[in-house]
């Protein structure tokens, strides 16, 4: 069976997303991440301290304090442009996703277009909130219901080695929607496809602080 041209050879040093900007670890522990088709070493990636980890839980505390009050439609626009990036990279994500997780090639064009039909429904639900805030009069005897539905905060999402852009997807686009930020802790198993996923997301424009990354979770 041949193997499929691959986007990189080795992708060189992961990094951590924080605060909208892509830096080094300073912890000075690394691992390797290797392709399962061949063995080989395509990557080294940080296991971030305990300083870096704080560093990007205070990034995204920080950016809620703003991004819960973007208005509803300006979140859907970034959305719909995150949507337009992934379509973008769309076989680059996929030749990535084959690469650093083993499946074929057909498997990770379908985990892709799940990521982008995650985005979409992301979108639906964001004005499907305008329909669900609800009130109903007299309850009781003077006693009136409301139903308000608000962002809670910075969110930390731990996703796993077996479906690793496919659960972002899960995630992330909804939390977004929904005026929260997010902090990314993606598996040791394919680190390479966790941080793709969120170098494409943030072509967006998100503003800093929205989306962090944190390897060696």
């Not at 063995?39 to 990636?45: I, P, Y």
């Not at 639906?124 to 905060?153: F, K, T």
Request: glycine letters at 8%.
């Amino acid at each position: 069976m041949s193997l499929l041209p691959e986007v990189k050879k080795h992708y060189g040093e992961l990094q951590l997303f924080i605060n909208g900007e892509w830096i080094a670890s300073k912890s000075g522990q690394m691992e390797k991440d290797h392709n399962p088709a061949t063995g080989e070493v395509m990557a080294e990636f940080p296991t971030a301290s305990s300083d870096e980890a704080i560093a990007a839980v205070k990034a995204a505390h920080d950016a809620f304090q703003t991004w819960k009050d973007f208005p509803m439609r300006e979140r859907a626009k970034m959305l719909f442009d995150m949507r337009a990036k992934f379509e973008e990279h769309f076989d680059e994500l996929a030749r990535i996703l084959t690469q650093d997780h083993g499946r074929t090639i057909g498997e990770a064009t379908g985990s892709v277009r799940r990521v982008i039909e995650n985005i979409e429904s992301a979108c639906s639900a964001l004005y499907g909130l305008v329909r669900r805030n609800e009130h109903l009069d007299q309850l009781a005897n003077g006693i009136d219901e409301y139903l308000i539905w608000e962002p809670l905060g910075a969110f930390l999402i731990i996703t796993p080695g077996n479906i690793p852009m496919h659960a972002w997807s899960s995630f992330v686009p909804y939390a977004l929607a929904a005026g929260c930020t997010v902090v990314v802790s993606p598996s040791r198993q394919d680190p390479v496809a966790a941080e793709a996923i969120c170098r494409v997301a943030q072509e967006t424009g998100f503003p800093p602080g929205v989306i962090n990354l944190v390897h060696g979770g």
